[in-house]
T-cell receptor, first 114, second 114 residues
């Protein structure tokens, strides 16, 4: 596609439910990032995928958060047993890295836990 | 560990006035530096980036930034602000080799008065 696509754009869920957020990166981009943006806060790094390497999960805030990337393309961020503090905008970005490195961001998924 | 500080949470300027947004970074080697802009409800768009070479970098929408190694700064400037520049601005730092994960500052909210 022309850009990074995220779905859904908005998600309202009840506390304790599981949610899945999807990211379609730009074709050919080997790197994919997930960030979380809480109200009035900057971007908090969650997880990083690069090619076939093991993902860097160092930013995941708890074991309720997980992510996978299938076939080096689409990624899904899963949050289990959602809590109110999980409410935020979840941003995905992809990057072809190398000397032209630049992260291209999707529009984000706004998650509201009620 | 790399880090970014944007000391100004909010900046208010009049339309037509000049603008400077501050960014200080912490990184042990030569960094990759970025400025992104986020309009309400939108994802992040790259304004400009510095990898090496000329320390004065030109970007889109009339923005420029200057890398000053001695001050660990990468301030964003624009000579004449337009009302459409009202947005959130994020500075980011990435490593200059191998895998890199951009670290973002908390952002500066730009308010433009007519």
């Amino acid at each position: 596609g022309a850009g990074v696509s995220q779905s859904p754009s908005n998600k309202v869920t009840e506390k304790g439910k599981d949610v899945e957020l999807r990211c379609d990166p730009i074709s050919g981009h080997t790197a994919l990032y997930w960030y979380r943006q809480s109200l009035g806060q900057g971007l908090e790094f969650l997880i990083y995928f690069q090619g076939n390497s093991a993902p860097d999960k160092s930013g995941l805030p708890s074991d309720r958060f997980s992510a996978e990337r299938t076939g080096g393309s689409v990624s899904t961020l899963t949050i289990q047993r959602t809590q109110q503090e999980d409410s935020a905008v979840y941003l995905c970005a992809s990057d072809k890295q190398g000397t032209s490195t630049e992260a291209f961001f999707g529009q984000g998924t706004r998650l509201t836990v009620v | 560990a790399q880090s970014v500080t944007q000391p100004d949470i909010h900046i208010t300027v009049s339309e037509g006035a000049s603008l400077e947004l501050r960014c200080n970074y912490s990184y042990g080697a030569t960094p990759y530096l970025f400025w992104y802009v986020q309009s309400p409800g939108q994802g992040l768009q790259l304004l400009l980036k510095y990898f090496s070479g000329d320390t004065l970098v030109q970007g889109i929408k009339g923005f420029e930034a200057e890398f000053k190694r001695s001050q660990s700064s990468f301030n964003l400037r624009k000579p004449s602000v337009h009302w459409s520049d009202a947005a959130e601005y994020f500075c980011a730092v990435g490593s200059s080799g191998g895998s890199y994960i951009p670290t973002f500052g908390r952002g500066t909210s730009l308010i433009v008065h007519p």
